[in-house]
């Protein structure tokens, strides 16, 4: 289930870049934005975890990953692509 992956996930986060702080959006708020926002040093990510890579998208999700990572970084992230964009992110975060 996604809400697995997601808990599975902010653990990784929070043991590969110590000391970033990870906040779970509200989806309520403004439909689509990103399930979580990464911190990290003078750095920020935000990913959209889904439970696979067919899973389905909602209203606004593509718009506002692409958006948001022309200003920082941000990406669909699911177990088919975890390390992949693990080490994406971890780039981003070096720079």
């Given amino acids: ?19 970033c702080i990870v906040m779970k959006n509200d989806s309520n708020y403004i439909q689509g934005i990103p399930d979580i926002l990464v911190l990290y040093k003078n750095k920020w990510a935000a990913l959209e975890c889904k439970e696979n890579k067919k899973a389905k998208k909602r209203a606004n999700q593509e718009y506002y990953i692409q ?7 941000s990406s669909f992230i699911y177990p088919e692509n975890k390390e992949e964009v693990l080490n994406e992110l971890q780039r981003s975060f070096r720079t």
Wanted: charged content about 45%; proline content about 0%.
């Fill in 67 to 73: 958006r948001m990572n022309k200003m920082s970084f």
């Fill in 1 to 19: 289930m996604e809400k697995d992956f997601q808990k599975a996930l902010i653990k990784e986060l929070k043991e590969k870049f110590d000391g």
